[in-house]
C-alpha cells in the first residue's frame, strides 16, 4: 500500500509525506524535490544506526548526495540542549551551506533535536524526515514542532519549523520491540480519540491485525492517524487555538513522564494521560461512566498500562504547574465530550488532577 498525504503550510511550503515499504523510492523523491548532489548531516542513533544508516547512505550516494553522520544514544536522555549545540557546531566545522541537508533517521527524539538543529543553523536548512517509530509516523514527525529537553522538563527549548518532506517506510516496523510498538499506537489511539469515532471504532474492530502487525493494515492506520493530526495542524500550524487537542493525555502524562524517566515511555504515559482526562470528563459530567471505562479499557489489549506504581502525586502536580500548555488564562487541559470530540477545558482544578491520579495510582483493590 502506497500513500501520501500533503501537509499544507502557513509559509506555502508544503511538505509531502510518502508512505511505502523499502528504501527504494528514497532517491526518486529527493530527485524529484531537488535534493541531488547536495551534502547531507543524518543524524540517527545507537539503535536505529546499525540497521539502517548504510543502506540510507547508499540510496543517497545514487543521487550525488554526500553524506556526513552523528550518532546519538538511543533514548530521550539524547534529547538536551548541549548535544543539539554540539551538532550545530559540527555543522558549521564541516561548513554545510544552506542548501545542504539534515535527515533525521530515527523515533521522535531523533526528529526532535534533529529539527531543532535545522531550524537553527543558517536561519534554517532543508530537513527530512524518516521515521523509524510507529511514535514517529503517527505523530512527531509531522506538524514542525521540534524541541530538547532541560534539567527534565520536556521541550522546553523549542521551534515551529516544517519538513521538507517525510518518507516512511513501513517495513521498519518489523524490527520495532513490542514495547516500542505499542508506545506508539497510544497517539494513534489518542487521535482517534479526540477527533475520529469511525477510526476509533475502526482500531477496536482491527485489533488482531494491528497487534500481528499485518502490513495493509499498519499502511492504513497510520495514513488514518496522519489524516486526523493533519487536519488539526493545517488549521492550527502555530498551537493558538484547536492543535492543543493533540495534547489530550499530554497534561498529566508529561508530568508523570518527568517524574518516570527512564523506567516508563513516552506513549505510556500518554495513555496513563489519557485515562485521568477521560476520568476527569467523567467527573464533570462531560462523558458518561461506560465511556470512561470503555476508552480506559481499551487501552490493555493493546499492551498500554492504565495504573501505574510509585507516583508522587504532590511532584506530578508541581510539574504539571511549569507546564507549557500553561499560559496567563491558566492551564489548556484537553477533555472528552464524548469519543471523538475533545475540548479545550481551563476550569481543571488541582483537586480533580489530584483525584485522577489517584485513579491511576496502582493498589492491589484496583477494578
Not at 20 to 41: H, I, N, P, Q, W
Not at 47 to 76: F, R, S
Not at 349 to 366: G, H, N, P, V
Request: glycine share 6%; hydrophobic share 40%; charged share 30%.
Amino acid at each position: 500500500m502506497n500513500e501520501r498525504l500533503t501537509i499544507k503550510t502557513p509559509n506555502s511550503k508544503n511538505y509531502d509525506i510518502a508512505i511505502t515499504t523499502g528504501f527504494d523510492a528514497l532517491k526518486d523523491e529527493l530527485t524529484a524535490l531537488g535534493f541531488k548532489s547536495r551534502r547531507a548531516l543524518i543524524i540517527s542513533d545507537s539503535k536505529v544506526a546499525p540497521l539502517y544508516l548504510e543502506t540510507v547512505k547508499q540510496k543517497l550516494n545514487e543521487i550525488g548526495i554526500t553524506c556526513e553522520d552523528h550518532i546519538l544514544n538511543e533514548g530521550e536522555s539524547s534529547k538536551t540542549k548541549a548535544n543539539s549545540d554540539f551538532i550545530l557546531y559540527k555543522l558549521a566545522d564541516l561548513k554545510f551551506k544552506r542548501s545542504d541537508l539534515v535527515i533525521a533517521l530515527g523515533g521522535g527524539v531523533v526528529g526532535d533535536i534533529s529539527g531543532y538543529v535545522a531550524s537553527q543553523y543558517h536561519r534554517g536548512l532543508p530537513f527530512i524526515q524518516i521515521p523509524t517509530t510507529l511514535l514517529a509516523m503517527s505523530d512527531s514527525s509531522i506538524g514542525g514542532k521540534n524541541g530538547v529537553d532541560h534539567n527534565d522538563i520536556k521541550n522546553v527549548f523549542g521551534t515551529f519549523y516544517f519538513p521538507s518532506f517525510v518518507y516512511m517506510n513501513t517495513d521498519v516496523l518489523n524490527t520495532l520491540e513490542e514495547r516500542q510498538f505499542y508506545n506508539g499506537f497510544a497517539e494513534v489511539m489518542k487521535n482517534a480519540i479526540i477527533k475520529d469515532e469511525k477510526f476509533y471504532v475502526w482500531l477496536i474492530d482491527s485489533m488482531y491485525e494491528i497487534c500481528d502487525r499485518d502490513p495493509a493494515t499498519l499502511a492504513e492506520m497510520i495514513y488514518k492517524s496522519l489524516t486526523v493530526k493533519k487536519i488539526v495542524v493545517e488549521k492550527d500550524p502555530y498551537e493558538e487555538g484547536d492543535r492543543a487537542l493533540l495534547n489530550f493525555g499530554h497534561t498529566l502524562g508529561h508530568a508523570i513522564e518527568s517524574c518516570k524517566m527512564g523506567t516508563l515511555l513516552h506513549g505510556e504515559c500518554v495513555a496513563l494521560g489519557m485515562v485521568a482526562a477521560s476520568h476527569i470528563s467523567y467527573k464533570k459530567e462531560m462523558i458518561s461512566l461506560e465511556e470512561y471505562l470503555e476508552i480506559r479499557d481499551m487501552l490493555v489489549p493493546f499492551n498500554l498500562p492504565i495504573t501505574v506504581e510509585d507516583i508522587d502525586i504532590d511532584e506530578i502536580i508541581k510539574r504539571v504547574g511549569r507546564d507549557k500548555k500553561q499560559d496567563d488564562a491558566g492551564l489548556k487541559f484537553i477533555l472528552l465530550k464524548k469519543i471523538g470530540k475533545a475540548v479545550i477545558d481551563r476550569s481543571v482544578t488541582e483537586e480533580e488532577m489530584r483525584a485522577a491520579l489517584k485513579e491511576i495510582e496502582y493498589t492491589d483493590d484496583f477494578e
